[in-house]
């Protein structure tokens, strides 16, 4: 999942990825699993982009990186491609 994050300590929102499935997330920075809604709701998650096993590693080999695969326009994050 990639989307963007809400620092109340910076006053900010900036991009993340993160893993969701079965209504559960982990969020490998912080090497912790939360309830999808408890993740929404303490760090203003926004989904912005999703991707299977298959897409996400077709991302890689087409980027040559591990990610973002999603660019930045005017603080709103627009999938590439």
Same mark, same amino acid.
């Given at each position: 999942?990639?989307?963007?994050?809400y620092s109340a300590e910076f006053d900010i929102c900036y991009g993340h990825a993160w893993l969701?499935?079965?209504?559960?997330? $982990?969020?490998?920075?912080?090497?912790?699993?939360?309830?999808?809604?408890? $993740?929404?709701?303490?760090?203003?998650?926004?989904?912005?982009?999703?991707?299977?096993? *298959?897409?996400?590693? *077709?991302?890689?080999?087409?980027?040559?990186?591990?990610?973002?695969?999603?660019?930045?326009?005017?603080?709103?994050?627009? *999938?590439?491609?």
């Amino acid at each position: 999942m990639h989307g963007t994050l809400y620092s109340a300590e910076f006053d900010i929102c900036y991009g993340h990825a993160w893993l969701k499935r079965d209504g559960w997330v $982990y969020d490998a920075v912080q090497n912790e699993t939360f309830c999808a809604e408890e $993740y929404a709701t303490r760090f203003g998650a926004e989904e912005i982009g999703s991707f299977s096993y *298959r897409e996400a590693a *077709r991302a890689v080999l087409d980027s040559g990186r591990w990610g973002p695969w999603v660019t930045y326009d005017k603080n709103v994050m627009v *999938r590439a491609g």
